[in-house]
């Protein structure tokens, strides 16, 4: 490259704006089919796990916490998620969507990536359960 045309861009990129954005001080909305977080309703859910099947991350778990009352529980893997949104595609009755205002998944530790979705009862039944579990374990 010669000089004087290397002269000449640099001139006229001290006078252009910059092409970069001030990403945590200025925010920009993302794109209407973005692919962000899971969102689960487990109001409409029927307990079919065609979501779990059709998962090729093993990112998502349906527990059955009581079939007949239609009472159920997803556990997300956020970190395993690769956001193809097949769980999405083969969802029958609506109950899984990806969110686009919620993809700031960035953390330091695991621990947040793991979501569980559902009615709090049937969370809070789901955890009892695992605790009474986990001492049984350590018993043997």
Request: some cysteine; proline content about 4%; aromatic content about 10%.
């Amino acid at each position: 490259m010669k000089i004087g045309a290397m002269l000449g861009d640099i001139f006229r990129s001290l006078f252009k704006k910059p092409a970069t954005e001030m990403y945590p001080y200025v925010r920009t909305d993302a794109p209407d089919r973005f692919r962000g977080q899971l969102k689960y309703k487990s109001e409409t859910c029927t307990g079919c796990q065609l979501c779990v099947k059709d998962c090729p991350a093993d990112a998502i778990e349906i527990v059955t916490i009581d079939k007949v009352a239609k009472k159920f529980v997803m556990r997300y893997r956020a970190d395993r998620c690769i956001f193809c949104a097949q769980c999405v595609q083969s969802c029958r009755f609506g109950c899984i969507e990806l969110s686009s205002d919620e993809w700031e998944l960035a953390s330091d530790k695991r621990q947040p990536f793991e979501l569980i979705y559902g009615r709090k009862e049937d969370i809070d039944a789901l955890l009892e359960r695992a605790t009474q579990l986990e001492p049984a374990e350590a018993a043997k």
